[in-house]
């Protein structure tokens, strides 16, 4: 399976944005995470998590916190090409759940998070059971 369906628009923030920008760009996208960019290429990701625990929890002034104070640097990627299963290799692999995806130049294209696959995969195993309970009564052994 494809990664297209995840290349919608990333939200993206830049190293200088501060914190409450980002965080009301996250409320209002209801997105738990931003792609951090320079030049359009991704150079790291902020959470939610992130924010809580390096900001609130250290006691910094959202307003005068920049993203590059609380940016993890150089995160997983996933190229445009690569598979479902890529993807999840890597998550497992690297203990991540979101992961941007990115064209040949390092531009951010999309992002596929793990509730996105858990949706996808068990929309696709739905569809599986109903295609076996829909044949149970069949003639035919499968």
Do not use: W
């Amino acid at each position: 399976m494809s990664l297209s369906r995840f290349e919608r628009g990333a939200i993206v923030a830049e190293l200088t944005d501060d914190v409450v920008s980002v965080a009301r760009r996250m409320r209002d996208f209801h997105v738990g995470c931003v792609v951090v960019v320079r030049e359009e290429r991704v150079i790291g990701i902020v959470t939610d998590r992130d924010l809580v625990l390096r900001v609130m929890a250290e006691g910094l002034d959202p307003s005068r916190t920049c993203m590059e104070d609380v940016v993890t640097y150089h995160p997983a990627t996933l190229a445009r090409e690569d598979s479902i299963e890529t993807a999840l290799v890597m998550m497992r692999e690297r203990c991540v759940r979101r992961l941007p995806i990115v064209d040949a130049a390092g531009k951010v294209t999309g992002i596929v998070t793990a509730d996105d696959l858990i949706s996808l995969l068990s929309q696709e195993l739905a569809d599986l059971g109903a295609g076996i309970r829909e044949n149970v009564d069949a003639t035919e052994s499968r």
